[in-house]
């Protein structure tokens, strides 16, 4: 390792519904970083050789201590990125409910696969890489974090943390609950480092593969950091997920679920609904019922439990906010509701809905990461799929109509990761979670997930004399 971060250099995190300085954090320089990778590789080679029963367990303890911690752990989330109380204290219970998955599920995604061939036995077996890289946004600073460590762990593998910087106390306390819950020394580590000081950890010969979720910028910075240096990685990056709503839908609850989806944790979700593309014949309709609950939406202080929409996490991300909404109605979109910053101290702006979007407007065009959704008008279904495919972006979407049939053919023509029929999109443990196109490549969670990270080897014995005749000469 040549460089990172230089000593006495510091991270300072934010409480983004005031702008309070909440905490400054010295980083890590280059002799901790090594320390710490250095530590990571020699509980690679223990944990690796740790039976299933037993990674197991401690992923079971680490359910109970996110539980037992819960409350701390939901209101310094909310602290340092403005989560309301109540989704951060459900973050930290998915990441349990996610841990005990994986400990019931992990082993049988893993056991060796027996392989005819012209060998006596052949068999596929499923080995740990050894020290994976996570680099994790602010936005669910648990979740995303437990998503991919939870089947690391359970595969064999250890994992060192690059989190944001503006929730390094989150970073340290999910450090603190794989400490507490018996995982090995040196096993999970966080790296308090500045995005600028990520090359030479990304390039480091202990990092074996890296994961990464974030923006399409970071996702391809480190994965060509990762590609110069041949390392397996999995990147999960914008999305801007259509929503489709079809003439024949539940109208209140297309309505109802779209203004969640949009709207949980403030609009700063990679699959939160961002694009809804409505069938002419029912658009007014529906555009007015969500207008209406939108508007009940109560902006506020997010440790207050009545507060369903919080401030954005950083003043910057709501100012980018706000100059993609101005232009967009500049170019001739149409204001409906909000549409500007909320007085007052925080990063806060106003839940906002923009009808008549176009395409090629930025709304439409771009990922929009934020308390602000963009109407846009469908002709028909074959059009509405049209304009959800119109995207850089391949995360994922919803599709709402009566007839499941018809949308699951829709479904096959729709070019996402994912698509959610009458329901909100939502990653889940026991499904594969991913996209394609600019958001990235590679899958989390489920049986898909665990296998990213593994080496599939191929276990040859024999020959069979009596298939001898038959194997092959070359490669």
């Given at each position: 390792m040549t460089t990172t971060a230089a000593r006495g250099a510091s991270i300072e995190t934010r409480n983004p519904a005031t702008g309070d300085v909440l905490r400054t954090?010295?980083?890590?320089?280059?002799?901790?970083?090594?320390?710490?990778?250095?530590?990571?590789?020699?509980?690679?080679?223990?944990?690796?050789?740790?039976?299933?029963?037993?990674?197991?367990?401690?992923?079971?303890?680490?359910?109970?201590?996110?539980?037992?911690?819960?409350?701390?752990?939901?209101?310094?989330?909310?602290?340092?990125?403005?989560?309301?109380?109540?989704?951060?204290?459900?973050?930290?219970?998915?990441?349990?409910?996610?841990?005990?998955?994986?400990?019931?599920?992990?082993?049988?995604?893993?056991?060796?696969?027996?392989?005819?061939?012209?060998?006596?036995?052949?068999?596929?077996?499923?080995?740990?890489?050894?020290?994976?890289?996570?680099?994790?946004?602010?936005?669910?600073?648990?979740?995303?974090?437990?998503?991919?460590?939870?089947?690391?762990?359970?595969?064999?593998?250890?994992?060192?943390?690059?989190?944001?910087?503006?929730?390094?106390?989150?970073?340290?306390?999910?450090?603190?609950?794989?400490?507490?819950?018996?995982?090995?020394?040196?096993?999970?580590?966080?790296?308090?480092?500045?995005?600028k000081d990520m090359e030479p950890i990304v390039l480091d010969e202990r990092v074996a593969a890296v994961t990464l979720t974030g923006s399409e910028s970071a996702g391809s910075s480190v994965g060509a950091l990762a590609g110069r240096a041949i390392k397996k990685t999995v990147l999960e990056l914008g999305g801007s997920d259509y929503f489709i709503v079809l003439a024949d839908a539940d109208l209140d609850k297309a309505a109802e679920i779209g203004v969640r989806s949009r709207f949980q944790n403030t609009g700063q979700s990679c699959i939160a609904a961002k694009r809804f593309i409505v069938e002419e014949p029912v658009y007014e309709r529906y555009v007015t019922l969500f207008v209406e609950k939108a508007r009940a939406l109560r902006p506020g202080d997010p440790l207050a439990r009545e507060t369903t929409l919080g401030p954005l996490a950083r003043a910057d991300l709501r100012d980018a906010l706000a100059e993609q909404v101005?232009?967009?109605?500049?170019?001739?979109a149409k204001l409906l509701l909000g549409g500007a910053p909320l007085d007052g101290p925080g990063a806060f702006y106003a839940a906002t809905v923009v009808g008549d979007v176009q395409p090629?407007?930025?709304?439409?065009?771009?990922?929009?990461?934020?308390?602000?959704?963009?109407?846009?008008?469908?002709?028909?279904a074959d059009h509405a799929v049209a304009l959800a495919n119109d995207s850089r972006y391949g995360l994922g979407g919803n599709l709402w109509t009566r007839d499941v049939a018809r949308a699951e053919q829709l479904a096959a023509r729709l070019r996402s990761g994912n698509c959610f029929i009458n329901g909100m999109t939502a990653s889940d443990p026991r499904l594969p979670f991913g996209g394609i196109k600019q958001s990235g490549h590679g899958r989390e969670l489920s049986s898909f997930g665990i296998r990213e990270f593994v080496n599939i080897q191929t276990v040859w014995i024999g020959p069979d004399t009596g298939n001898a005749a038959n194997a092959p000469a070359t490669e």
């Open positions: 954090y010295e980083t890590h320089d280059r002799a901790a970083v090594g320390a710490r990778l250095d530590a990571a590789v020699a509980a690679a080679a223990r944990w690796a050789e740790t039976p299933f029963a037993e990674r197991a367990e401690r992923m079971r303890a680490a359910a109970r201590t996110l539980r037992e911690r819960k409350s701390a752990l939901a209101e310094l989330a909310t602290r340092e990125m403005g989560k309301p109380l109540a989704e951060a204290e459900a973050e930290v219970e998915k990441c349990a409910v996610s841990c005990e998955w994986f400990a019931a599920n992990g082993e049988r995604f893993l056991i060796p696969e027996e392989h005819p061939s012209s060998a006596t036995r052949s068999y596929v077996a499923f080995r740990p890489l050894g020290v994976l890289l996570a680099v994790m946004p602010w936005n669910f600073p648990y979740w995303q974090v437990f998503r991919a460590a939870a089947p690391a762990f359970m595969a064999g593998n250890v994992v060192v943390l690059k989190h944001a910087s503006n929730v390094t106390g989150c970073a340290l306390a999910i450090e603190e609950v794989f400490r507490a819950s018996g995982f090995p020394d040196g096993a999970f580590a966080a790296l308090v480092v500045g995005g101005r232009d967009t109605v500049a170019a001739g090629g407007m930025r709304m439409a065009a771009e990922e929009t990461f934020g308390p602000a959704a963009a109407m846009l008008r469908a002709r028909d």
